[in-house]
T-cell receptor, first 110, second 115 residues
């Protein structure tokens, strides 16, 4: 089924760990995005990509990095997690004007 | 850059009543305005959208109106039901060119429908 998939859905880790949040979409969309959202609160754009080998930083300063080696895959990496990174991370993809979200990864850094 | 303001931040209505959520935007080049519904613990889902060449769009119990001159747009939900309870986000495209591929979101409205 065409959708956006994120793994893991929940992650609890200790300070200083390196983590990668996975995002894959099977819809063939060129444009992909990462948002940070505290539950029920505003969505903040942290990274986006217009296609393979294209990545840009978004509005919210983030210590994370992204890569886009394949159209369907847009992983986000935190080199050294801190408690301030505790949040929900939503991946999204877009075709024409319509933007679709993945189910999110809820990250807790102890 | 684009700024989107959304009001109210919380809204409580009785089942069967109507609910209205309003948003204003700053970029006159914005031409696409979607609304998302996010239930507790779920992903945001697109429920309705409107483009700048249309003043109103309706889909069953929900409708969106757009006033380009005043740069504001609104979501109207009629005959509200408990399952309408959620956080609603408005958004506006960021003008034209590559920036138009990005959305700026409002701060969200928590709608509670009391049975």
């Amino acid at each position: 089924e065409a959708d956006i998939y994120q793994t893991p859905r929940y992650l609890v880790i200790g300070t200083g760990k390196k983590i990668t949040l996975e995002c894959s979409q099977t819809m063939g969309h060129d444009k992909m995005y990462w948002y940070q959202q505290d539950p029920g609160m505003e969505l903040h754009l942290i990274h986006y990509s217009y296609g393979v080998n294209s990545t840009e930083k978004g509005d919210l300063s983030s210590e994370s990095t992204v890569s886009r080696i394949r159209t369907e895959h847009f992983p986000l990496t935190l080199e050294s997690a801190r408690p301030s990174h505790t949040s929900q991370y939503l991946c999204a993809s877009r075709i024409y004007n319509e933007q679709f979200f993945g189910p999110g990864t809820r990250l807790t850094v102890l | 850059g684009e700024n989107v303001e959304q009001h109210p931040s919380t809204l409580s209505v009785q089942e069967g009543d109507s609910a209205v959520i309003k948003c204003t935007y700053s970029d006159s080049a914005s031409n696409y305005f979607p609304w998302y519904k996010q239930e507790l613990g779920k992903r945001p889902q697109l429920i309705i959208d409107i483009r700048s060449n249309v003043g109103e769009k309706k889909d069953q119990r929900i409708a969106v109106t757009l006033n380009k001159t005043a740069k504001h747009f609104s979501l109207h939900i009629t005959e509200t039901q408990p399952e309408d309870s959620a956080v609603y986000f408005c958004a506006a495209s960021r003008g034209q060119g590559n920036a138009g591929n990005m959305l700026t979101f409002g701060g969200g409205t928590r709608l509670m429908v009391k049975p």
